[in-house]
């Protein structure tokens, strides 16, 4: 009788670590379909502020109630590659026009071109005039030179609801929150 109660815990200890470990399971594969983008980012587009190899986490939930805000770093599928996730940075809105000139980039008929402090080596030459369609975004990595974005894609343009979270930090190698910079 008392070998009956032993395997009878024993069962009941198996089962519940089973239901613990199932729980942590389910949740963690929820959290990352519907909360968050955990992503390594493969090429060195994004230097300096995002390295080859560098574990980045991105936020689902950013444009539930706002869409993508200029200079907001972004997780989307390639326009010309769907299987590809991409990261870069918002440039051009809906409805804007962008224009770059001797590696400055303009925004609509500005005469100023935007700020570009984040960006790490330049971009030579011109591209543009781009016209960014309703409901879509042009991107630019922060290394131009070595960026392929909005200015190479044989579609230019990101939809909105196809960015998959806005780049929240950088957790290996080392912590580092990516602010709109």
């Known amino acids: 009788m008392e070998e009956l109660n032993v395997r009878k815990e024993l ?29 390594t980012v493969p090429t060195g587009s994004m230097e ?37 996730l991409n990261v870069k940075r918002v440039i051009g809105l809906p409805g804007e026009t962008v224009n770059i000139v001797d590696g400055r980039v303009f925004i609509n008929d500005a005469t100023f071109a935007l700020r570009d402090d984040f960006v790490y080596g330049g971009i030579v030459g011109n591209f543009g005039p781009f016209y960014v369609p309703y409901d879509h975004l042009f991107v630019l990595g922060d290394f131009r030179t070595n960026s392929v974005d909005s200015r190479s ?23 580092r929150i ?4």
């Open 11 to 39: 069962m009941d200890e198996v089962i519940s670590w089973g239901k613990t470990i199932l729980f942590a399971l389910i949740f963690t594969l929820a959290f990352n379909r519907l909360i968050i983008v955990n992503a």
């Open 178 to 181: 990516l602010r709109n910079t």
């Open 48 to 84: 300096s502020t995002i390295r080859p190899n560098d574990r980045i986490i991105a936020n689902r939930l950013s444009y539930t109630f706002s869409p993508p805000d200029r200079y907001d770093i972004i997780v989307f599928p390639s326009p010309d590659d769907p299987t590809t």
């Open 153 to 175: 894609w044989e579609n230019p343009f990101v939809q909105q609801g196809s960015v998959l979270g806005r780049v929240v930090f950088r957790y290996f190698p080392g912590f």
